[in-house]
Structures are given as C-alpha cells and as structure tokens.
C-alpha cells in the first residue's frame, strides 16, 4: 500500500471516529443514555470483529480488507468479515473485491438495505484462486462468488 493510501486511508478512519463521537455526543445531549451505551457497544463489537482481520493476515492484505470494508460503507452496506484465509490478497485488489461484488449485488436489488445492512464475508484464497461467500438477512441466502485471476 502506496504511502498516499495509508494517508486516505487515516483520514477516512479519522472521519468514522469523529462520526461516532458527535453521534454519542449527540445521544447524551438529548439525555437519551440508553441509545448511546448501545451505540457504543455497537461501535466496541465493531471494533473486536475488525480485530480479527489484523490479527489473522499480513499488514497489507488487513489493510486492504479494512479499506475495502470501509468502501462498502459508501454503498450503505456494513460489511462485517466472518472468516478470512488467503495466502495473497492480490486477486482481491485487482478486481477491488468484495467491493465490486457488494456493488453488483446492490445494483441488482438482490438484497434489501431496509433490513439491517450487515452482510458478512468470509474470503479465503489459495494459488491464484479464491471465492467470497456472502451471507446475512439482507440477502437472505448465501451468495458464492468466484474471484480468480
């Protein structure tokens, strides 16, 4: 990841975190203490599932799986990661997936972002091929996606 990438990437980190804090801010200017203790866990169960990307895969790859995670967001889409093994995230970037995917997914109306907009991945990867298996109530079945090179 270009040092220009790492910067966006704070920044849009930097954001997400003001983000949550004018909305607690918010919550507890209203008096309305029970919905910002559980926007906060909210924001910590967030914060764990991230966890398990940077403890389970090289600093590159976790940091374009996070990035990715973030662009997702832009589709109104919170991608959550269930389980990812890949022996190179490269295949991943060059198509930029799962974002790509979400996006046709999305394009398509094949799930439905007035339920709650979680969808959970789990990636895995192994010479040159890999799949993504989308899952969550709004698609409401799993969704196999092939990503070779």
């Known amino acids: 990841m270009e040092a220009e990438q790492i910067v966006s990437l704070l920044r849009r980190i930097r954001h997400e975190y003001g983000n949550d804090l ?3 801010g918010g919550y507890i200017d209203l008096n309305r203490l029970e919905q910002a203790r559980e926007y906060i866990h909210a924001v910590v169960e967030q914060h764990n599932q991230e966890r398990m990307l940077f403890d389970s895969l090289p600093a590159e790859a976790a940091l374009y799986f996070y990035q990715q995670a973030l662009s997702c967001r832009d589709l109104g889409v919170i991608l ?3 389980d990812c093994r890949v022996d190179s995230h490269a295949i991943f970037e060059k198509r930029q997936e799962p974002y790509q995917s979400l996006k046709r997914l999305a394009e398509k109306n094949a ?5 709650e907009p979680y969808i959970y991945a789990s990636i895995t990867a192994q010479s040159g ?5 989308f899952s969550g109530e709004p698609l409401g079945r799993e969704v196999l996606v092939p990503v070779e090179e």
């Not at 091929?129 to 298996?133: A, H």
Request: no cysteine; proline share 0%; aromatic share 12%.
């Open 80 to 82: 959550r990661y269930k």
């Open 129 to 133: 091929r890999g799949q993504m298996v």
């Open 22 to 24: 004018q909305v607690i």
């Open 111 to 115: 799930f439905r972002l007035d339920r």
